[in-house]
């Protein structure tokens, strides 16, 4: 197995001194020298082949013992010198002080295709940052990450890959609802790969240490190897980064809204500074559309991170992370301003993005009202996101408004209920007169239209349900829906019609089911 090794981060910046494995703050330093544990029995469940390729390795290496040994955290390839990172941020509102890579260590950089990509593995044992844990992670949480990275991917939403998932061959105690009935699951690990792991909290951790010296070489590097588009020098490029990753924040979350995607723990430190999706925990897809959804019970009083107050969310995060820059800017003005275009820009993006999910390319000035009484009535009864976007494509321009059953006939599917009430189908019959003359406006034909709204309309993603029957079989020692689901959601946007079986609503057992509908940070 040869990876072209190319160590950056744990080159060019601080590390922590201190050599020993203790849980302790960690100052003035990015990250901590750790070695993985290691696994009693690993055994590999899944590769992506596409992630397997990107780095530069074959299906050859897939099958060594060497990959098994390194990707599993057996042996530490040579020349290299794994570490966890230190960060900082704001859980739920509140800001927690130091966090830290606590069961994630990085084992190396490698540079292929002209692609910088971090290896990291998830589950790997206490590091310096484990504080009360025990740095593991079970194969539960392990085949949810590991799908879930690569199915965003194909959906063509930034996001942090996965390379491999294993099993580690040992038991882990937890207490999955956090109800005081802990009990004992299969360890696992998987190999997270990203362009970097850096997040909003490894600026903030050193922001609130008052350690401007590390914030700039922190933000410098960042900037050199991530960024290396802003040629500017000093604050000004300070500023021009800033910008960026806002930009880049901002279109992250419009993708999470287009796809129904509910992240679950927007907090700072698991808010990439790339632009990408991280920390896939208790995630979940909007089955009946729904602002107030969440899939994270720990967070069901609230509900700060609902699917319709994610990009508020981002909003938040974002200034945290100006604050965190702005001892290298001292200067409010330009950092409001970036603030202020997220808030003006994200409707734009937001409407332009749900045109397309409607098959409209032209702008008209009634699409935002046409937009809000859609998602007004799709919340009028349970009516699925996926499918009911997926089978809009069949309204034909030719459809007459009094026929309403053949309208309805369209979108039924998506409707939980057996029976619709009256008044809502009426609210139907009045948006579907409002699309109708819309669609009037529009030059492509049904069937160009269908074809465009397909490519932003996904047939198929990994709704929790989908998931947790992966991980119940896996845990009874068939892996073989792992692979099913991973290879199906490679093509998302595509028929399929051998996996028309997963283009389903969540059946009735998955309602209020634990890893179904209620999912803790437990993993
Ligand atoms: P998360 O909720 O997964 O984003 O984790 C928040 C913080 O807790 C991060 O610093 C994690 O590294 C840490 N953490 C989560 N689970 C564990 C664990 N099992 N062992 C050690 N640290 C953990
Ligand atoms: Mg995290």
Redesign the pocket.
């Known amino acids: 197995m040869r990876l072209n090794i190319d160590d950056t981060f744990n080159k060019e910046l601080p590390s922590d001194s201190n050599l020993n494995n203790s849980r302790r703050q960690v100052l003035e330093a990015c990250y901590s020298f750790v070695t993985p544990r290691i696994p009693s029995t690993p055994q590999l469940l899944h590769v992506s082949e596409e992630m397997l390729n990107a780095i530069g390795l074959s299906e050859k290496d897939k099958l060594s013992k060497e990959f098994i040994n390194v990707f599993s955290g057996s042996t530490v390839l040579e020349n290299t010198k794994p570490y966890a990172m230190c960060?900082g941020?704001h859980?739920f509102g509140n800001w927690a002080g130091q966090?830290?890579?606590?069961?994630?260590i990085n084992l190396a950089e490698v540079v292929h295709n002209n692609t910088r990509w971090a290896l990291q593995l998830k589950?790997s044992g206490?590091?310096p940052?484990?504080?009360s844990?025990?740095?593991?992670?079970v194969l539960r949480s392990s085949i949810r990450e590991h799908l879930c990275s690569e199915a965003m991917f194909h959906l063509g939403v930034p996001t942090t890959r996965s390379l491999s998932l294993m099993l580690t061959g040992d038991d882990v105690l937890r207490d999955v609802m956090y109800d005081g009935n802990p009990a004992y699951e299969k360890g696992a690990v998987v190999c997270r790969v990203a362009n970097t792991f850096i997040r909003f909290g490894n600026f903030q951790i050193f922001a609130a240490r008052q350690d401007v010296k590390n914030l700039k070489l922190l933000t410098d590097y960042t900037i050199r190897h991530f960024y290396p588009e802003i040629k500017k020098q000093g604050k000004e490029a300070y500023i021009a980064f800033f910008k960026a990753v806002t930009e880049r924040t901002l279109d992250m979350i419009v993708h999470w809204q287009r796809v129904g995607f509910v992240h679950g723990?927007m907090?700072t430190?698991?808010f990439s500074i790339l632009g990408q999706t991280i920390?896939y925990?208790p995630y979940g897809w909007l089955e009946g559309f729904d602002h107030n959804w969440t899939p994270n019970t720990t967070d069901k009083d609230y509900k700060r991170y609902r699917f319709g107050n994610q990009p508020q969310i981002g909003l938040w995060n974002l200034l945290q992370l100006g604050n965190a820059l702005y001892p290298l800017i001292e200067e409010v003005k330009p950092l409001q301003e970036i603030l202020d275009g997220y808030s003006k820009a994200f409707p734009l993006h937001y409407l332009n993005m749900m045109r397309k999910k409607l098959g409209l390319q032209k702008q008209e000035k009634d699409d935002s009202l046409l937009i809000q009484k859609l998602e007004k009535t799709l919340q009028l009864s349970e009516t699925d996101m996926t499918i009911f976007f997926r089978n809009l494509c069949n309204i034909q321009k030719g459809f007459k408004i009094d026929d309403i059953d053949i309208l309805l006939e369209v979108i039924k599917e998506a409707f939980y209920d057996d029976v619709i009430n009256e008044k809502v189908i009426l609210e139907w019959k009045d948006w579907f007169d409002q699309y109708l003359k819309r669609l009037k406006k529009e030059e492509l034909t049904d069937e160009e239209r269908s074809e465009e709204m397909n490519k932003v309309n996904p047939k198929y993603v990994l709704r929790n349900y989908m998931a947790q029957l992966a991980i119940d079989k896996s845990n009874d020692g068939d892996h073989a829906l792992i692979d099913e689901l991973y290879t199906m959601l490679k093509k998302p946007y595509d028929e399929q019609p051998q996996y028309q079986k997963w283009f389903a609503k969540r059946p009735e057992w998955a309602r209020h089911k634990v890893g179904c509908s209620m999912l803790s940070?437990s993993?």
């Open positions: 960060y941020g859980q966090l830290g890579d606590g069961r994630a589950g206490e590091t940052y484990s504080r844990a025990d740095g593991l992670a723990v907090n430190d698991n920390d925990g940070c993993s």
